[in-house]
């Protein structure tokens, strides 16, 4: 472990707070020292934790990271994120929740297509598949990120919308579409001007940004998701570590970002201020809008005590990703929780960061 300190960071001087003796160093080094450790016996390479409970903070780094302002590829919090950012334009009236996607995507077509609706899209009951059949060939020959969208438009659907649930990345890349199509602006501007600058996100891009590939961390690769090519040396032009890869920027998974920058995007969750998002948006965001009997989730958010610990509330939300990264954030408690990790999701049960993630909990409820 390279950097341990207690501090106030830069959201809590942003948010104007005083870091005070609230949180007991102690209560919280428990789940430091889970990262600690793992850092230590060379499990993960690198990782950053940040937590603020009311207007106190802990952060600390681990491993290669120098501080919890380093990068990371964040995967599927890209999710909710990229979410906001189409949000936005539900702001401005631009589109409604029941909208039918062939609206702003008309050749989105046949085969129960014409019956998905943007609401279907953000919370994963379109029917869509996670992946495409043929993604790992788009990924070899360094497809554009509209090849992509062109597949997503015509993959065949995995049941009838609105019926269940299904976990789908293609369902956000087509939200996105929607939203580039709306703005007629690349989905990465919007982002921008939308999310990331509003909020103050210093250490954050959709795909490289203004950032080089060498002020990013490097994720481990073995036993990845077999979707990023599962370390298998053949996939290296390709993987979470390429250049092609980290540039593409798909709104899915290819956002990168620090543990204080996603503190700051949950904080506008927990406590909306109007800056992204109008207040109600940012609560309808974190809301349940799937219909009984179906996992519940919010807009891009997972939510409920699975999106953090079995001890946090049922008013929960977060998202984790597949390069080994987690967040969580609870209203109950105002608490906010991110772990970021180089250590792949599939690599190890538990993970570090799972681990870590419920020491935080503890830490918050046993008080």
Not at 20 to 30: G, H, P, V, Y
Not at 39 to 52: F, K
Not at 251 to 257: I, L, T, V
Not at 295 to 321: A, M, N, Q, V
Request: charged share 25%.
């Amino acid at each position: 472990m390279k950097r341990r300190h207690f501090l106030r960071t830069s959201l809590s001087l942003a948010l104007g707070t005083p870091l005070i003796a609230a949180i007991k160093q102690s209560n919280l080094d428990a789940a430091a020292a889970v990262l600690s450790k793992a850092a230590s016996a060379g499990q993960i390479h690198s990782a950053s934790l940040y937590v603020r409970h009311e207007d106190d903070v802990f952060a600390r780094s681990f491993g290669a990271a120098n501080s919890v302002d380093d990068i990371f590829l964040l995967a599927s919090i890209s999710k909710p994120i990229s979410a906001a950012a189409v949000m936005s334009l539900y702001d401005r009236e631009n589109f409604r929740l029941d909208d039918l996607v062939k609206k702003f995507i008309p050749e989105f077509t046949d085969d129960g297509r014409d019956k998905i609706t943007i609401q279907h899209l953000l919370t994963h009951v379109s029917g869509l598949p996670d992946q495409l059949p043929q993604n790992a060939k788009l990924r070899a020959r360094h497809a554009k990120l509209s090849e992509f969208v062109d597949g997503a438009i015509r993959t065949p659907l995995l049941f009838v919308p609105g019926s269940r649930y299904s976990y789908s990345s293609m369902a956000i890349l087509l939200a996105t579409e929607v939203a580039q199509r709306i703005s007629g602006m690349p989905f990465s501007k919007l982002l921008d001007e939308t999310v990331f600058n509003p909020l103050k996100m210093k250490h954050s891009a959709l795909g490289l940004g203004r950032f080089k590939l060498h002020d990013l961390t490097r994720c481990q690769v073995e036993n990845a998701a077999p979707e990023s090519g599962a370390g298998d040396r053949s996939t290296k032009s390709w993987d979470w570590n390429s250049e092609y890869w980290r540039k593409l920027g798909v709104p899915w998974g290819g956002a990168h970002g620090s543990a204080t920058d996603v503190a700051r995007f949950l904080n506008e969750f927990l406590r909306p201020s109007g800056k992204s998002l109008k207040p109600e948006t940012a609560r309808l965001m974190v809301t349940n809008h799937n219909e009984q009997g179906i996992r519940p989730r919010g807009l891009g958010f997972d939510i409920g005590t699975r999106s953090g610990s079995p001890r946090c509330s049922e008013k929960t939300f977060g998202h984790t990703g597949s390069t080994g990264t987690l967040c969580w954030a609870d209203p109950a408690t105002d608490t906010i929780c991110v772990v970021l990790t180089t250590l792949p999701a599939r690599a190890v049960t538990p993970h570090p960061r799972n681990v870590a993630s419920e020491r935080v909990a503890e830490s918050i409820d046993s008080r």
